[in-house]
């Protein structure tokens, strides 16, 4: 027991955090153009649009069960430097080397082609319209 006999010693330490998930939401410059990219060239699906005032000004993109959000750049902050000091690692259990061949097929420009790392993952990287970072990969089969 703890030094407040009523409250166990395991759970006298505040809890860790434990999230269940992560989600992105990343500002467009053009969100029609960034929609397409994520859809046409990497292989998102489109799972919601939002509007306001009959315009588009977001969409909830899905890569299996990863959902990321893009929403439409107001301008209201002044032009902003996007993407740098990080990056989105996705990992999946296809094939990366077919998804980066796909995403050369429909014109998209890969910044790294799929190589084996150090970690145990065969990984690729690019760069969607607007500076942001995405890291595919996914993990070696051992043997």
């Known amino acids: 027991m703890s030094a407040d006999a009523s409250i166990p010693a395991e759970r006298a330490k505040p809890e860790s955090f434990r999230a269940r998930s992560l989600g992105a939401s990343l500002t467009a410059k053009d969100l029609h153009k960034s929609i397409a990219w994520y859809c046409d060239v ?10 306001h005032d009959g315009k588009v000004v977001g969409a909830a993109l899905k890569a299996g069960d990863v959902g990321v959000i893009l929403n439409q750049d107001d301008g209201k902050k002044g032009e902003r430097v996007k993407g740098q000091g990080m990056s989105f690692y996705f990992t999946t259990v296809q094939s990366v080397d077919d998804i980066a061949n796909r995403i050369k097929a429909a014109g998209g420009t890969l910044d790294s082609e799929p190589a084996d790392m150090p970690w145990g993952a065969r990984i690729f990287m690019l760069t969607d319209p607007d500076g942001f970072k995405l890291v595919i990969a996914a993990e070696l089969k051992a043997g």
């Open 42 to 51: 990497v292989g998102f699906t489109l799972d919601q649009k939002y509007e």
